[in-house]
């Protein structure tokens, strides 16, 4: 895929990448090794503060997935120069801040998921695993960590 069919596809979904955002504490956006990259946990823009099913609901977690997606996707960018030096999305794995009571955390997960199959096609199903948390960093609703095959 040519870099201006990709540049299409985000402007066709209404995205434009931001700057990738800095880590929060002591460690890396990302660590390349083997042919695999992979991502430090990221939140969504605005760092909202509170737990699903308390504060938001399932839709408003979707949309904090989401926007964690395109954080993810500027950390790409910036890692790899370009988006089409993704071979594949290996893995997504989402820590939901949410009230105990709460049950559909991969509900929520599914803004991270529905987004990277949209950028990438077919390249963009992965495998992923999604935890409830009592407490996450900064009292986020989601932080999302990732992992991506990408070209040498």
């Known amino acids: 895929m040519s ?17 990738a955002s ?5 460690y890396a956006n990302y660590v390349k090794v083997n042919g695999l990259l992979f991502v430090s946990g990221k939140g969504p823009a605005g760092n909202p503060k509170g737990k699903l099913g308390k504060d938001f609901t399932t839709e408003e977690g979707y949309q904090f997935a ?9 950390v790409l960018k910036s890692a790899l120069g370009s988006l089409n030096n993704v071979k594949r ?12 009571n709460f049950e559909e955390h ?7 998921s529905d987004l990277m199959l949209d950028v990438f096609g077919e ?18 609703p989601i932080i999302v960590d990732s992992i991506f095959e990408v070209e040498d």
């Open 3 to 19: 870099e201006q069919p990709l540049v299409d596809r985000l402007e066709s979904l209404g995205i434009i990448l931001p700057n």
């Open 22 to 26: 800095e880590p929060a504490a002591k």
């Open 66 to 74: 989401r926007q964690v997606g395109i954080e993810i996707l500027a």
């Open 89 to 100: 999305v290996v893995k997504i794995q989402g820590f939901v801040n949410a009230d105990s």
């Open 106 to 112: 991969h509900k929520v997960l599914n803004g991270c």
């Open 123 to 140: 390249k963009g199903v992965h495998a992923r695993s999604v935890f409830g948390a009592v407490s996450v960093r900064d009292n986020l």
